[in-house]
């Protein structure tokens, strides 16, 4: 059976959003057809809209203005922290958190030489542009750990002024996990990652 040209086409463009597959993209699809009028064209008009959206002078994170709610923030500034991620989705999960109050910059990806991603492929040399230039005194890394996360962390360690003080964010074991079912590398992490007990 042929399904309608409006209908493959919606299906082909849900397909493309990373994990969406054919089956997926068509289930949701056929729960939009259910909707009316005014809903679809509510979606259809949001969807545009992201069009509109800038990208922060400072950290590059999504915003409506030059810079986003969080740059724009005096006390988040005045905090003289910066925390490195690699994503926009990094970027989000760490603010839900609540528990860091600094503000952030976000690379884009990691080091990967084998894929021809270097230091002027992310955006590492505005980090260290922003750092010279603005009072930063902290600069937390948090970057995903992997081999190429590793890579990227000593590089951008490398190009700082020695006056900043730079940590990166403790791996390990999660809230509740079980050590029997952790793989050496997390647990290895979690070991290197250690504190004293006060």
Request: hydrophobic share 35%; aromatic share 6%.
């Amino acid at each position: 059976m042929e399904l309608p040209e409006s209908l493959k086409n919606a299906v082909t463009q849900m397909t493309k959003i990373p994990g969406v597959g054919e089956k997926t993209a068509l289930r949701q699809i056929l729960t939009i057809c259910r909707w009316d009028q005014e809903q679809l064209f509510a979606l259809g008009k949001s969807l545009i809209h992201l069009g509109d959206l800038n990208s922060c002078s400072q950290c590059g994170f999504y915003t409506d203005e030059k810079l986003c709610q969080v740059c724009s923030d005096e006390g988040r500034n005045e905090q003289g922290s910066v925390c490195v991620v690699e994503s926009i989705s990094d970027f989000i999960a760490i603010e839900k958190s609540g528990t860091y109050h600094g503000t952030y910059h976000i690379l884009g990806g990691v080091l990967n030489p084998l894929l021809g991603v270097g230091p002027d492929d992310l955006k590492i040399p505005d980090l260290i542009n922003r750092v010279n230039t603005r009072n930063t005194r902290e600069l937390i890394l948090a970057v995903n750990p992997s081999v190429e996360g590793d890579a990227t962390c000593s590089y951008i360690k490398d190009e700082l002024p020695d006056n900043v003080d730079v940590e990166r964010i403790g791996f390990g074991i999660p809230i509740g996990g079980s050590l029997e079912y952790l793989d050496s590398m997390t647990i290895s992490k979690a070991l290197e990652n250690r504190k004293r007990l006060d």
